[in-house]
């Protein structure tokens, strides 16, 4: 859902340099969703799929591969930094590019909102004598604080997190094969159930936990708005961005799969930090512990960095006055942050965190995401098919599979999910339209400066 500069630059002004090779890109995509990105919402899913959350994960990623592969063809056809507003609004319309990056800005107000959620449930699980409000407001400060102090990771640091992840994922999985093999049921319906239990399988709660488990994977289309800095983007972009889609999905599916093993049950004391129980009950205390603070830190970082994008974003549209400039077209000096966008967006996720759930919430930021998706399958449809001289079944077939898959988990989002994200859209086309006289004039621009 990640967006980039498009500013142009003149002939003497410095430009991006094309270093990042496949196995560069391939790495940034693996920071940027996150190794242990099923683990945060395993109970959710588990939960509201009955029991089906590795079946949910395989779904999600049948649906994100095809995406996947819409993203690389579209960023072949446009090797400049981009994404899916930018993409359907050339492929399809300015009108319909806006309402695409209109979704996505959803998507980034309310990553540090759950972010905050998942951070104060975790810490509870450490105190617990301290209140979830407590720990609510001391996030949504901590992550803004940080912020306006212009404190961020750079790309090693980040690597580095990436690499502690995997080592607690292989301690975690190595723990858990150990557990169940001095399980007492080794039968094959226990193996095959968390694929399919007929005491507990319908087609509609598997989609609609297939609508949450989508949550793993979102971050997998960053990788398009590098771009300009990629060798070969042609090939590289498509390659890369297909792979990490695969990779999250076999890790995350075995993730699951071994905690499904391990808790058979879709009930858990806590259905937010679900993941570090089961990690509790083949570990004991000294793992639990471990999964959870991994975890937190994993949130912070990504509580944190989301609120940036979040802030520059909306920077963005209000430098160029799509926004009121006054308050969101503003620029501290001192750290260089836009100040007034950072402390707007930590507002939302402190009162947000309080009015939604992590489960609402997540579902909230899929809504948006999909819109996008389906509107990057339906730009590949566009302009490898319908605008191609030769039609040819492989441009036909991927990217209308692709949005007829999104669709269907996309219609499988709670009620409550779907009026809110209706409310967001319908307030934003009005808003679109009253800015640019009905989308006659220059659409807005969703571009994240740097």
């Given amino acids: 859902m990640s967006t980039s500069p498009t500013a142009t630059a003149s002939p003497n002004a410095p430009q991006l340099r094309r270093t990042l090779t496949l196995w560069h890109l391939i790495i940034y995509g ?5 190794p242990v990105a099923p683990m945060p919402s395993f109970g959710v899913i588990t939960q509201e799929a009955r029991g089906h ?34 993409y359907v609004g050339r492929e399809l319309h300015p009108a319909l590019g806006y ?19 998942w ?46 992840m995997g080592v607690v994922i292989i301690i975690v999985l190595a723990a858990a094969f150990r557990f169940i093999l001095h399980s007492t049921d080794h039968s094959l319906a226990a193996f095959t159930r968390p694929f399919y239990d007929p005491a507990t399988f319908a087609p509609p709660a598997v989609l609609h936990g297939t609508s949450i488990a ?44 071994a905690a499904q093993l391990v808790w058979p049950s879709h009930q858990f004391p806590d259905v937010d930090t679900a993941y570090v129980h089961v990690a509790g009950r083949i570990g004991g205390l000294a793992l639990f512990h471990l999964v959870n603070i ?6 912070i970082g990504s509580g944190m960095g989301a609120q940036l994008a979040a802030a520059r974003l909306l920077y963005g549209m209000g430098r160029d006055n799509a926004i009121p400039k006054s308050f969101f077209g503003v620029v501290e000096g001192k750290h260089g942050i836009p100040r007034n966008n950072v402390l707007f967006v930590g507002a939302l996720a402190l009162a947000g965190a ?4 992590y489960e609402r ?26 605008r191609a001289e030769e039609k040819r079944l492989r441009n036909l077939f991927p990217p209308v599979l692709g949005f007829c898959i999104c669709l269907v988990i996309w219609m499988n989002f709670s009620w409550q999910a779907k009026i809110a994200g209706a409310v967001w859209l319908f307030l934003g086309i009005v808003y679109g339209a009253y800015k640019t006289g009905g989308f006659r004039k220059k659409t807005i621009s969703f571009d994240v400066p740097e």
Avoid at 68 to 79: C, I, L, V
Avoid at 220 to 226: M, R, V, Y
Avoid at 378 to 383: G, I, K, L, S, V
């Fill in 53 to 86: 959350a590795v079946t949910c994960i395989l779904i999600a990623m049948v649906a994100m591969l095809l995406t996947a592969f819409s993203y690389g063809r579209m960023a072949r056809a446009y090797p400049s930094a981009g994404s899916a507003y930018t």
């Fill in 214 to 257: 989508v949550l793993t994977y979102i971050g997998f289309d960053g990788i398009s708005t590098l771009s300009e800095e990629a060798e070969n983007p042609r090939k590289n972009i498509l390659y890369a961005t297909v792979l990490v889609c695969l990779i999250t999905g076999v890790l995350a599916s075995i993730e699951v799969y």
């Fill in 354 to 357: 309080f009015a939604l759930s």
């Fill in 99 to 117: 309402v695409t990056g209109w979704s996505m800005t959803m998507d980034y107000i309310l990553n540090p909102l759950i972010c905050t959620i």
């Fill in 119 to 164: 951070c104060s449930k975790a810490a509870g699980n450490i105190l617990h004598d301290v209140p979830y409000a407590a720990w609510v407001v001391l996030f949504a400060s901590l992550f803004t604080g940080m912020n306006l102090l212009g404190v961020k990771t750079n790309a090693r640091v980040n690597a580095a997190l990436a690499a502690g």
């Fill in 294 to 299: 991994t975890l937190l830190v994993a949130n």
């Fill in 30 to 34: 693996i920071i940027v969703v996150q």
């Fill in 361 to 386: 919430g997540a579902e909230l930021l899929n809504f948006g995401a999909f819109i996008a998706f389906m509107g990057v399958n339906a730009a590949a449809f566009f302009h490898y098919y319908l």
